[in-house]
């Protein structure tokens, strides 16, 4: 058992840390703020985040064979109103494709969820995914064609249909085969699009294709090339790697296949196996999978390119490790590398480590990294014999296509005639040197297809509406290779079209629906010809086939080992110091409105950020020191200025931030934005520049003396009472941790952590529970707090949105809160997290006080709320250790449209003002398995029947719910692991969720020399 000479507490915040007046004012009041009305902003704004407008427009058809969707009038066979049915599609983000399947009740889409027939997924999903449903039903998604003056202009515009531009388009684009077409599109995966993409090529002659993506993955491809000779997509083998280095890839959560890398990797921390794999992580910020880590090193953006230079030195030159053929670097090269600064203290160790286990080690760079670091992650994979074990590639074809600096450069000159934009925001999104929104008017015409009315469609004649993807067919293709279906589930709301029916218009002689693309394009991938055959059976079985499953069978492509091509690979300049006068601007893109697409997006807008705990804002992230230094503090305004650009933004002093590194993150501040995203935060692309997409040294960091309120849930619902010594108390038996070798000795430790007690007494007769009992178990070592299973909640249980203000009050509504934890020095610390929901309690402190039995007891064990009793005395809440009850402090679904409910499940009921609500296991799918047990010959539910919305999005399997009594069940025996405890078990209030044991496994070496506790007994 490990022995900490020091013992090191857990804190959830600075300002708990320090005692703060904030924490104490948040502690000190159970429900903060009273029932004034919200300030001076309307509450209009937020009643009508949640779905679609009031007014559906239908538009006419253009010159496409219309498609009709069968109404419901007669229901279709086999089918039963009220019964939800499921359909493969996928959704796609860029260069990534997501295979899910979404819930329809009656033909409306309300539940996105992974779809567990292909591996990319494994059921499970993100949060994007999980939100992109409420888009669907966005207000301010585009209603109309508009087409404005020849000179553009920022008004709304006249109402077009699509007759008016299929008229404009027969007389327009004949005339540009000779030349003068670009076509800027943003990424995507669909070989149906590239297919039409290259048939504009082959019939405009001198027609040019650009892309611009504001997260984009071409670093990656660039490197492989670099490497190889050839792009190529990287195949990680997570749960084969022993050893893991992280530099700035957040692999869990950024990578494209960060789903199964989640899987693979949980799978690799189960202790009770006898080993775990091990996670070192470089970066600057805090992301999900530096709170993994078993030792993360704080370490500014510009500074990671030396810090693999720093390793392939001690590696080569340190350890002998033989480079491989075709390495593109010698010995020499190295020499000046070895025992940089960059690299760290610990450098050396964790070249042993690797060395220890070659063949099943992998390393991993960010999509932010340079070509060059890239490649020589590659070439060091190859030396460490971990191509083809851990790792593997997919070598690619990639489009030749120009970027949007090269787009801007002939627009300048005058060489576009006409350009059409494929998706995306570039007038908003582009780096902000280019000046592209004047650029693209240097174009005579100019058509912008999205799915608002934004900036960039502001400065077109033509706003061409585009289907969401629930409304449109397509195809895509997935990281691993596997052929993806998109198919629709409800008839375009607004009348939109799809990016292929608008590119079908410029090729095609008769132009195709958007069905009829995707059949053409199944038929060329599946081998059936090139267009889709008439009366084929065997054809449309296979075509069905691939619907209903949503991926074409045996289409994924193994990992291949390629072969290294001795390219040079040119060493990074060295990083210059950083200093308060001289700091690092870092730009990345944001986990909850990623890079502004989803800025109206109200469920990822009010979920708190993972580790800043920030809602409906982005920030100047700083380390505790570099604030202190700067003598700025939390919410201070500040102006940064880089590269002669200058913008306003608040601080955020964020423990584990690289010293004298500034992180901020973009997508916030859209002028154009809709009613839910006005606003909210402030626009880091105006800094953004070509030169430097994601930042650089150079950075002045300037206090305005103005204050900025940040709404943050960090200390909302914490469980501690006020007072160092009582927060200290309890900490330690929340979040329970340890290391592997003191888990190994004394897999009983973690019954000593926290606060001791004597056998627990009820003062009254228990429940028997004869039939069901129900319960839930959470594995903290394999949740990595990416938050699906807070929006997997929301989407299922109708949970009210309230804004900022209302968050800022601490009246979020969220059923599951994501505690995250610090623990050790502010200025490097680690980090833990745990998820809490009503635990179900069976002696339920909730129940003994609530005056009116609105709160009750079921027979299965459930903490059951009966909605129409509550009075909203709030008692229950007050007598909840858990501090997991949500109170409507408006009703915030009254003002809802019959359109705007469409969202709305129809299985869980809407609460109204003055209720109380909490979670409830999801009982709404326990009736519906119950119900189907009935059905089936009136047996048992089975272990499995059961998955709440929690467990279901989970990428990691964390979560696990099933029947306690059943001895067989997976529950059951996970609460007989030695890991297993009670939250507050001291109160004896018996819980029914309980928690998995963090365990960690730090490298000896390192360990010892920097003092990493194991855990201590109470």
């Given at each position: ?75 279709p066979e086999g089918t039963d109103p009220g019964t939800p049915r499921q359909f493969a599609t996928t959704f796609e983000m860029g260069p990534v494709a997501l295979p899910v399947l979404a819930t329809s009740y009656d033909g409306r889409p309300i539940k996105i969820d992974g779809n567990p027939e292909v591996p990319l997924s494994g059921g499970a999903t993100n949060v994007f995914a999980q939100a992109s449903v409420l888009g669907l039903y966005n207000p301010d998604r585009s209603q109309n064609i508009l087409r404005r003056n020849q000179f553009g202009d920022s008004s709304s515009g006249a109402k077009a249909t699509w007759d008016d531009f299929g008229t404009f388009a027969v007389g327009h684009f004949p005339r540009l085969r000779g030349g003068g077409l670009a076509v800027l599109t943003e990424m995507t995966t669909s070989p149906a ?826």
């Amino acid at each position: 058992m490990s022995d900490s000479s020091q013992k090191r507490d857990f804190w959830r915040s600075l300002d708990e840390l320090a005692a703060g007046s904030e924490f104490s004012r948040l502690q000190e009041q159970e429900f903060p703020g009273g029932i004034e009305a919200p300030d001076d902003m309307s509450r209009r704004r937020f009643l009508q985040i949640m779905g679609a407008s009031a007014a559906l427009a239908t538009l006419a058809g253009c010159r496409w064979p219309e498609e009709k969707i069968m109404p419901y009038a007669q229901r279709p066979e086999g089918t039963d109103p009220g019964t939800p049915r499921q359909f493969a599609t996928t959704f796609e983000m860029g260069p990534v494709a997501l295979p899910v399947l979404a819930t329809s009740y009656d033909g409306r889409p309300i539940k996105i969820d992974g779809n567990p027939e292909v591996p990319l997924s494994g059921g499970a999903t993100n949060v994007f995914a999980q939100a992109s449903v409420l888009g669907l039903y966005n207000p301010d998604r585009s209603q109309n064609i508009l087409r404005r003056n020849q000179f553009g202009d920022s008004s709304s515009g006249a109402k077009a249909t699509w007759d008016d531009f299929g008229t404009f388009a027969v007389g327009h684009f004949p005339r540009l085969r000779g030349g003068g077409l670009a076509v800027l599109t943003e990424m995507t995966t669909s070989p149906a699009v590239w297919d039409l993409m290259g048939r504009i090529g082959q019939q405009y002659r001198g027609a040019k294709l650009y892309y611009h993506e504001p997260v984009c993955r071409i670093n990656e491809m660039q490197g492989a090339r670099l490497a190889f000779g050839t792009p190529a997509r990287s195949q990680l083998a997570v749960d084969k790697a022993e050893v893991i280095v992280d530099f700035d890839a957040n692999f869990l959560q950024d990578h494209a296949s960060s789903l199964r890398n989640s899987r693979r990797f949980a799978k690799g921390r189960r202790p009770e196996s006898g080993h775990m794999n091990r996670l070192y992580v470089f970066e600057n910020t805090f992301t999900i999978t530096g709170g993994m880590a078993d030792h993360r090193f704080p370490t500014p953006a510009s500074h990671i390119p030396a810090a693999v230079w720093a390793l392939a030195a001690e590696l080569v030159l340190g350890e002998g490790l033989p480079l491989p053929m075709g390495a593109g670097v010698s010995r020499s090269d190295l020499q000046g590398w070895r025992g940089h600064s960059a690299g760290g203290e610990h450098i050396a160790a964790l070249a042993k480590d690797l060395m220890a286990n070659r063949g099943a080690s992998l390393l991993v760079a960010g999509m932010r990294q340079s070509p060059e670091t890239h490649a020589l992650i590659h070439l060091l994979n190859q030396a460490l014999g971990n191509v083809g074990q851990t790792v593997s590639y997919q070598p690619f074809d990639m489009a030749k296509l120009g970027d949007i600096a090269d787009l801007t450069k002939d627009l300048k000159s005058g060489a576009v005639d006409t350009l059409l934009i494929l998706g995306g925001n570039p007038a908003y999104d582009a780096p902000a040197d280019l000046g592209f929104g004047a650029a693209m008017q240097k174009a005579g015409t100019r058509i912008h297809v999205s799915l608002n009315d934004d900036a960039t469609s502001r400065l077109c004649q033509w706003h061409l509406p585009r289907a969401h993807y629930l409304e449109g067919w397509g195809d895509a293709m997935g990281w691993d290779g596997s052929y993806l279906a998109v198919q629709p589930l409800i008839r375009p709301l607004f009348g939109g079209k799809t990016v292929t029916e608008v590119l079908s218009v410029l090729v095609d002689e008769t132009p195709r629906n958007a069905y009829a693309v995707a059949r053409d394009s199944f038929a060329r991938i599946s081998g059936a010809g090139k267009s889709a055959p008439e009366g084929n059976d065997r054809f449309e079985k296979k075509w069905r086939r691939f619907i209903h499953d949503g991926v074409l069978q045996g289409s994924a492509k193994r990992g291949e080992p390629l072969a290294l091509t001795g390219t040079p690979l040119a060493a990074p300049r060295a990083p210059g110091d950083l200093s308060a006068q001289s700091l690092e601007l870092s730009i990345h893109h944001d986990q909850s409105v990623f890079d502004g697409r989803f800025c109206d997006n109200a469920w990822l807008q009010e979920m708190p950020d993972f580790m800043t705990k920030l809602t409906w804002d982005n920030a100047a992230l700083l380390s505790p020191a570099t604030a202190v230094e700067l003598g700025v503090g939390h919410g201070d305004l500040v102006d940064l200025e880089f590269a002669g650009r200058k913008q306003a933004i608040p601080v955020y002093v964020l423990p584990g931030q690289a010293r004298y590194s500034v992180s901020v993150m973009l997508g916030y501040g859209k002028p154009d934005s809709g009613r839910v995203g006005q606003g909210s935060g402030f626009n880091a692309y105006t800094l953004r520049t070509s030169g430097a997409l994601h930042g650089g040294a150079g950075l002045k960091l300037t206090k305005t003396g103005a204050t900025y309120k940040l709404a943050t849930t960090q200390d909302h619902f914490a469980m501690d009472t006020v007072g160092a010594e009582e927060i200290q108390k309890r900490v330690p038996g929340l979040v329970r941790q340890g290391d592997l070798e003191e888990y190994r000795e004394h897999p009983e430790f973690v019954d000593h952590l926290g606060i001791h007690h004597p056998p627990l007494e009820s003062l009254w007769k228990e429940w028997d529970y004869n039939g069901y009992k129900w319960g839930m178990s959470v594995d903290l070592n394999a949740c990595n707090g990416c938050n699906a299973c807070i929006i997997g909640c929301q989407a299922e249980n109708n949970i009210a949105v309230v804004g900022k203000d209302e968050v800022a009050r601490g009246r979020e509504m969220s059923w599951i809160r994501l505690d995250r934890y610090f623990l050790g020095d502010a200025e490097d610390p680690e980090c833990a997290q745990q998820p809490v929901a009503c635990a179900q309690c069976e002696l339920a402190p909730c129940e003994e006080v609530c005056p009116v039995a609105a709160t009750m007891h079921s027979s299965e064990g459930l903490n059951t709320m009966v909605y129409n009793r509550c009075v909203g005395t709030r008692y229950c809440s007050n007598n909840c250790p858990y501090k997991v009850r949500r109170f409507n402090w408006f009703n915030n679904f009254e003002d809802l449209t019959a359109t705007q409910r469409l969202v709305l499940n129809p299985d869980v009921t809407v609460r109204a003002r003055g209720v109380m609500e909490k979670c409830t296991y999801c009982v709404q799918r326990i009736e519906k398995a119950r119900v189907a047990a009935r059905v089936d010959g009136n047996r048992k539910i089975r272990d499995g029947d059961i998955t709440p919305a929690c467990a279901q999005t989970c990428p990691t399997d964390a979560i696990v719910f099933g029947d306690l009594n059943d001895p067989e069940s997976r529950v059951a025996k996970l609460r007989k692991v030695p890991r297993s405890y009670d939250l507050l078990a001291y109160l004896n209030i018996k819980p029914r969720t309980s928690y998995m044991a963090r365990i960690r496994n730090p490298n000896p070496q390192i360990a010892a020399h920097t003092g990493h506790p194991g855990s201590e007994h109470g």
